[in-house]
């Protein structure tokens, strides 16, 4: 329980660094990313390539200063539950966003299987208005 705990720290500071390759390495080649549905990027993702190309590189390309800031981690058995907060700006409107999330984990052997984002989809889309 601790180890999946710690691994899902190590994959936010990661991601916090812009460390993009050590947040994939920390997935399984067929990993399950979900994005809220309704917001900018909605659906669901399989395999680390995909969460790349249909995730990172837009948030890398849409916004400036993406950043989603995790305030507490629980951890049982082989799920990671992460509470946080996104915060970035727009880049072709300037207007600015933050929003609450919680992230659903699963691990299996040291490895992210699965992600599902929860968030106010409504704040996330405000500033692409």
Not at 89 to 110: D, I, R, Y
């Amino acid at each position: 329980m601790s180890d999946n705990k710690s691994t899902i720290q190590a994959i936010y500071t990661a991601f916090a660094a812009g460390d993009v390759p050590t947040v994939l390495a920390g997935l399984t080649p067929e990993v399950s990313w979900t994005e809220a549905e309704g917001g900018p990027y909605g659906g669901t993702y399989v395999g680390p390539n995909a969460v790349l190309e249909n995730v990172f590189m837009k948030l890398g390309g849409d916004w400036d200063g993406f950043a989603a800031v995790p305030a507490q981690f629980i951890a049982e058995g082989d799920t990671v539950v992460v509470l946080g907060q996104y915060t970035a700006t727009f880049k072709a409107t300037g207007k600015s966003f933050t929003s609450p999330f919680a992230h659903v984990w699963k691990l299996e052997n040291g490895k992210a299987t699965s992600f599902h984002q929860h968030v106010d989809t409504a704040l996330h889309l405000k500033p692409m208005q």
